[in-house]
C-alpha cells in the first residue's frame, strides 16, 4: 500500500499514520499534564483554570500550529506561544486578585504548548521525556517545599560555591600533564576536587534527610559515603555509652566500611576501567561479606534501648578537605611514580599499603591512572584490593580501642571475615 503524504520536502516528510500517531501522543501528554494540574486543586478545593479539558486543547493547539506552519509561515507557532501565554497572563492576574500567587500552571500551559510543537516535529522520545520530568517536578511540591524550607544559609551558599567551582574554575585549568614523571594533569586534580566534594555533599545531605528517619543501618550506610572512620569513631564510643546496643553500633561500622568498596568500584570506572576486569568478583566479595553480616546482625534481636543515631555532619562542602585531599593525591601519584621507578614492583604495594591507612580514595585513583602506563594491569588490581583491606585496618583498631567489650566481639567476626574475603580475592585475582 503507497504511503500518503501530508507534508514532503527535503527537511521533513510526514504521512497520515504518522500524523495521528503523533496526534495520539500529543493528547495524552495534555491528558496527563492536565491530570496533574486539576488533582493537585483538589484537596486545598481551589477552582482550577486549567485542568485536562484545557491543557489537551493547548497541546493540540501547538500541535496544529507547528503542522499549519509549513503551509503558512513559520512565525505562526511564534503567534500561537504568544497567544498562549497572553491567555495564561491573563488567567494568572484574575487568579492573583483572589490572592492565589501560584504561576506554575500558567507555565506548565507554555511548556504544553511547545511540547505539542515538539511532538508534531518528530520529537517524540525527548516530547515524552521532558514531560516525564515535568510531571515528576508538578508533583513532588509538597517534599520540594519541605526540602527547601529545612536547607540552612549555610547549605546553600555551599551549593552555589560547588556550582561555580565546577563550572567557572575546572573549564579554565590547563588540560596537560607536567611535573616530574608527567603524571600530574591540573585538569584531572580539578575533577578530583569537585567529585570528591560533591560525593562529601550528597552524602550530608542524604544523612541529614534521611539518616535519623532510616535507622542506625542507613545512618551508617550513608555515613560512608562521607567519612567511614567518623562512624567507626562515633559509634564506637556510642557502645560505651549504652553496651546492650554493642551490636547495632557495629552494624553501623560494618555497613559504612562496605560502603568503601562502593567508592572504589566508582573511581575505577571513573579513571580506567581496563583495570576493572579481575577486580569484580573480589571486591564483590568483600562487599557481600561485609554487608551481609551487617544486615545479619541487625536482623538479630536486640535491646530494646534505643541509640542516638545523629553524626557529626560537620561542613556541607568542605573545600579544605578537599583541597587536602587533592593534594595528598598528588603526592601519592608521585610517591607510586617514585616506587615504581626505584624499587619496582615492591615498592608500589609498600607506599599503597601505608598510604592507604590514611586514604583510600587517593591511592586508588592514582593506582587507576598509572596502570597500564607506568605498571601492568595486574600489579594495579592486587594494589587496589590490598590498599582496600589495609584502609579497613583503622577501623578495626579504631573500633577495638574505644569500643565495648562487646562491640569487640562483632568488630572482630566482621572484619575477620572482610579480611578473609579479601585473601580469596587476591587467589582470584592471580590465578
Known amino acids: 500500500m503507497e504511503e500518503i503524504f501530508m507534508i514532503d520536502n527535503e527537511s521533513f516528510q510526514l504521512t497520515q499514520l504518522d500524523f495521528f500517531i503523533r ?19 483538589t484537596p486545598i478545593k481551589d477552582e482550577v483554570f486549567a485542568g485536562v479539558r484545557t491543557f489537551v486543547f493547548v497541546v493540540q493547539f501547538g500541535f496544529l500550529t507547528a503542522f499549519l506552519s509549513f503551509f503558512f509561515s513559520s512565525w505562526l507557532i511564534v503567534a500561537g506561544l504568544i497567544s498562549v501565554m497572553v491567555f495564561g497572563v491573563l488567567s494568572y492576574w484574575v487568579k492573583l486578585r483572589g490572592g492565589d500567587i501560584g504561576g506554575t500552571t500558567t507555565f506548565a500551559m507554555l511548556m504544553a504548548f511547545s511540547l505539542g510543537a515538539l511532538t508534531f516535529l518528530g520529537f517524540v522520545e525527548a516530547s515524552l521525556a521532558v514531560t516525564v520530568i515535568a510531571l515528576l517536578i508538578l508533583s513532588l511540591k509538597g517534599p520540594l517545599h ?41 585538569r ?3 575533577w578530583i576536587i569537585i567529585l570528591t566534594s560533591g560525593i562529601g555533599f550528597v552524602g550530608y545531605m542524604l544523612m541529614k534527610f534521611m539518616g535519623n528517619k532510616r535507622g542506625i543501618l542507613l545512618t551508617g550506610i550513608f555515613g560512608g559515603l562521607v567519612s567511614s572512620t567518623v562512624v567507626a569513631w562515633v559509634f564506637a564510643e556510642k557502645s560505651k555509652e549504652v553496651a546492650g ?19 572504589v568500584f566508582v573511581w575505577v570506572i571513573i579513571f580506567n576501567q581496563a583495570i576493572l576486569g ?17 544486615y545479619y546482625f541487625f536482623k538479630q534481636p536486640s ?20 583541597f587536602f585531599f587533592g593534594l595528598l ?21 609498600v607506599s599503597s599499603a ?7 580514595d587517593a591511592i586508588t585513583i592514582s593506582v587507576s591512572k598509572l596502570a597500564g602506563d607506568s605498571f601492568p594491569v595486574l600489579t594495579a588490581q592486587n594494589v587496589i584490593l590490598l590498599a582496600t583491606l589495609c584502609n579497613t585496618v583503622v577501623k578495626v583498631g579504631i573500633s577495638l580501642s574505644v569500643g565495648s567489650k562487646d562491640l569487640r566481639k562483632y568488630i572482630l567476626w566482621g572484619f575477620g571475615s572482610i579480611f578473609l574475603a579479601g585473601l580469596v580475592g587476591f587467589l582470584i585475582i592471580n590465578a
Not at 156 to 162: E, G
Not at 168 to 177: E, M, S
Open 188 to 190: 584531572e586534580l580539578g
Open 303 to 322: 535491646s530494646r534501648s534505643q541509640v542516638k543515631t545523629d553524626l557529626p555532619l560537620g561542613e556541607p562542602l568542605n573545600l579544605k578537605k578537599a
Open 278 to 294: 579481575k577486580l569484580i568478583l573480589p571486591l564483590s566479595l568483600v562487599f557481600f561479606v561485609g554487608f551481609g553480616l551487617a
Open 329 to 349: 593525591y598528588t603526592g601519592i601519584l608521585f610517591l607510586v611514580s617514585y616506587a615504581n621507578s626505584k624499587l619496582g614492583t615492591r615498592g608500589i604495594y
Open 354 to 360: 601505608i598510604a592507604a591507612l590514611t586514604d583510600i
Open 245 to 263: 546496643l554493642s551490636k547495632n553500633c557495629a552494624v553501623a561500622i560494618l555497613a559504612a566500611s562496605t560502603i568503601m568498596v562502593i567508592r
Open 23 to 41: 496526534l495520539l501522543v500529543a493528547t495524552g501528554i495534555g491528558l496527563l499534564i492536565g491530570l496533574e494540574r486539576e488533582h493537585a486543586s
Open 146 to 186: 519541605s526540602f527547601v524550607r529545612q536547607i540552612t544559609q549555610n547549605e546553600l551558599f555551599a551549593l552555589v560555591k560547588f556550582v561555580v567551582i565546577s563550572l567557572l574554575v575546572l573549564p579554565f585549568l590547563p588540560n596537560q600533564t607536567m611535573g616530574p614523571y608527567d603524571v600530574f594533569n591540573p
